[in-house]
T-cell receptor, first 113, second 111 residues
Framework: DTAVSQTPKYLVTQMGNDKSIKCEQN?????MYWYKQDSKKFLKIMFS???????INETVPNRFSPKSPDKAHLNLHINSLELGDSAVYFC????????????FGPGTRLTVT | SQKIEQNSEALNIQEGKTATLTCNYT??????LQWYRQDPGRGPVFLLL?????KEKRKERLKVTFDTTLKQSLFHITASQPADSATYLC??????????FGKGTKLSVKP
């Protein structure tokens, strides 16, 4: 069984469009995260949710809006996509903070043309 | 601002040798440090965690050290194998449970 899954795996879209990436974890974890990995392979935290409550909101444009319908799901909605949004987006989950290891999904490669 | 550096972008070694990867950080006092492995096209996979009050941690062929005075962690893979070829990421534990990742070191083990 897949522990952390993301859909879609690949997403190609044009500038100005709105898109969503879905994430689900079946590990029973309380905390979920979104990371962005850019072309230089630098992995950076975007958001963190604990029991559906937003914990971390790094300096991310407000075009990015996470939504957690329940603690097993954390979706990422992106409005008015820009070229610079092209990257691989990873969802992750962990047990209660802090210091527990994080389990990452397979990533969603977003390409904005 | 916080800065985390992994000493080299790429490391090439011969099979059977010990690979040593370095992670240095500044302007930060992490409560813990983690190492992850990332293969091309996949998400990072957790390997080891070491806390600030621990000097060394081992798991099979892996060993991690943590020197809070030097602000450095070393990651060792003994008896390396071609299957160990991957990018290894160092991550500092953030104050809110988030992780601050280094850019990674791409390890290539040649047969």
């Amino acid at each position: 069984d897949t522990a952390v899954s993301q859909t879609p795996k690949y997403l190609v879209t044009q500038m100005g469009n709105d898109k969503s990436i879905k994430c689900e974890q079946n590990l029973g974890h309380d905390t979920m995260y979104w990371y962005k990995q850019d072309s230089k392979k630098f992995l950076k935290i975007m958001f963190s949710y604990n029991n559906k409550e937003l914990i971390i909101n790094e300096t991310v444009p407000n075009r990015f809006s996470p939504k957690s319908p329940d603690k097993a799901h954390l979706n990422l909605h992106i409005n008015s996509l820009e070229l610079g949004d092209s990257a691989v987006y990873f969802c992750a989950s962990s047990q209660a903070r802090p210091s527990y290891e994080q389990y990452f999904g397979p990533g969603t490669r977003l390409t904005v043309t | 601002s916080q800065k985390i550096e992994q000493n080299s972008e790429a490391l090439n070694i011969q099979e059977g040798k010990t690979a040593t990867l370095t992670c240095n950080y500044t302007n930060y006092s992490p409560a813990y440090l983690q190492w992850y492995r990332q293969d091309p096209g996949r998400g990072p996979v957790f390997l080891l965690l070491i806390r600030e009050n621990e000097k060394e941690k081992r798991k099979e062929r892996l060993k991690v050290t943590f020197d809070t005075t030097l602000k450095q962690s070393l990651f060792h893979i003994t008896a390396s194998q071609p299957a160990d070829s991957a990018t290894y990421l160092c991550a500092l534990g953030g104050s809110q449970g988030n992780l601050i990742f280094g850019k990674g070191t791409k390890l290539s083990v040649k047969p």
